[in-house]
């Protein structure tokens, strides 16, 4: 992507984010608590290195301590219990390291698929979302995220905004 084209995107997001802040905010705050309650030791360990790095207690390098890049570096944390003991990576390298290590794991842990029926044919939430015409993510945050019945999930017309 060149620096051009990266510019014009950011500047997009920038006015996305001004729009639908409103509307947006509500989800995003609650996305941070869920994620702060199910990984509480993770979530003091990045709030800790953010308050060193802004306090001058720890000190950001310019660049990757495993590739050299410069750029401004994530810390990794080996061990979330020793907060301030990071490796600083760049974004390359950091997710290929959680790529290769964590997130691997996780893969064998994945639940099983969740399928839905109705009216005697069986299928996902993404197939259904194909189905019967609405965006995989309207139908799989009605079941999901909002509780809906399957039924009144795949029943239920979107709102068209603005008509």
């Not at 729009?19 to 989800?27: A, E, G």
């Not at 001058?56 to 219990?81: F, N």
């Not at 301030?84 to 099983?112: M, N, Q, Y």
Request: hydrophobic share 30%.
């Amino acid at each position: 992507m060149s620096q051009e084209s990266k510019r014009e995107h950011a500047a997009y997001m920038r006015e996305w984010n001004r729009k639908n802040y409103t509307r947006c905010r509500p989800l995003w705050t609650q996305k941070q608590r869920n994620y702060a309650k199910k990984h509480p030791l993770k979530t003091k360990a990045h709030y800790i290195v953010g308050n060193a790095v802004r306090d001058g207690r720890l000190i950001r390098p310019s660049k990757c301590e495993r590739c050299g890049k410069s750029c401004v570096p994530h810390a990794h944390h080996k061990d979330y219990r020793r907060p301030l003991v990071v490796t600083w990576l760049c974004r390359a390298c950091h997710f290929e390291i959680h790529g290769s290590t964590l997130w691997a794991d996780t893969v064998s842990r994945k639940r099983p698929e969740r399928l839905y029926t109705h009216n005697g044919e069986t299928h996902n939430l993404k197939e259904w979302a194909r189905i019967v015409g609405l965006k995989c993510t309207t139908l799989t945050g009605r079941v999901l995220a909002y509780g809906w019945s399957f039924q009144r999930a795949i029943s239920e017309k979107t709102w068209n905004r603005g008509q």
